[in-house]
């Protein structure tokens, strides 16, 4: 299991979330990633298979535009190989969602199966369970108009084990999170909020 980071508050979001990366960076990792939120609405990634500084130089040469809301991943490839396009985050509904996942969707082909009978314009870009639970959730959005309850929805149908971090463009101030017999720890601070699937992500 890798590292993930969520982060709610002040417009600093990429600075915490690499800071938090670098924190998770000893439970071992073959890429990184994160998305945010921008200030101008936008929904930005950058992720990159190899070292986090990979992503670090990366985001230095072409910086994001930094927002209030923010996750950041770390992968340990288990479905698809260690490569930029199976990195996480994942994007679902036409480029208004984020997501990453630290664990294993067991039901993800019979899930994928589904969706493209429903959803045959559905674009998958990675070989990774995870980037079904992006689409799954994108259209789940469509009927709720919610994050929360589109996520809810969503994981009530995977199998295995999962952290789960899920952000929206039309909701900034908003990280949702969920979890199955994988961690995920929440920290309240003062005008700002982290989520963790440990504490090393934002002890500081
Ligand atoms: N199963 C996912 C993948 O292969 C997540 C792996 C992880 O826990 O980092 O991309």
């Not at 979330?17 to 929904?43: F, K, P």
């Not at 979890?179 to 992500?201: C, K, M, T, W």
Request: proline share 3%; hydrophobic share 40%.
């Amino acid at each position: 299991m890798c590292g993930i980071v969520g982060y709610v508050g002040g417009n600093r979001s990429v600075g915490v979330l690499l800071g938090g990366l670098r924190r998770l960076e000893y439970r071992g990792y073959d890429s990184a990633g994160i998305a945010v939120i921008g200030e101008d609405g936008t929904l930005g990634t950058r992720k990159h298979a190899g070292k986090l500084q990979v992503l670090v130089d990366d985001v230095e040469a072409n910086p994001l535009q930094d927002g209030p809301t923010g996750i950041g991943h770390t992968r340990w490839a288990t479905h698809g190989g260690p490569t930029d396009a199976n990195a996480h985050p994942h994007l679902g509904d036409d480029g208004k969602l984020a997501l990453i996942h630290n664990g294993i969707i067991e039901n993800f082909a019979e899930l994928k199966a589904q969706l493209v009978a429903e959803h045959p314009e559905t674009v998958f870009t990675s070989e990774t369970d995870s980037e079904v639970a992006a689409h799954l959730v994108g259209y789940a959005y469509r009927d709720t108009q919610d994050v929360t309850e589109a996520l809810r929805r969503v994981v009530t149908q995977l199998h295995g084990a999962f952290t789960l971090l899920v952000l929206y463009r039309d909701q900034p101030g908003v990280v949702v999170g969920a979890r199955r017999n994988s961690p995920l720890v929440i920290g309240l601070g003062e005008g700002e909020n982290f989520l963790g699937s440990d504490v090393a992500a934002f002890v500081e």
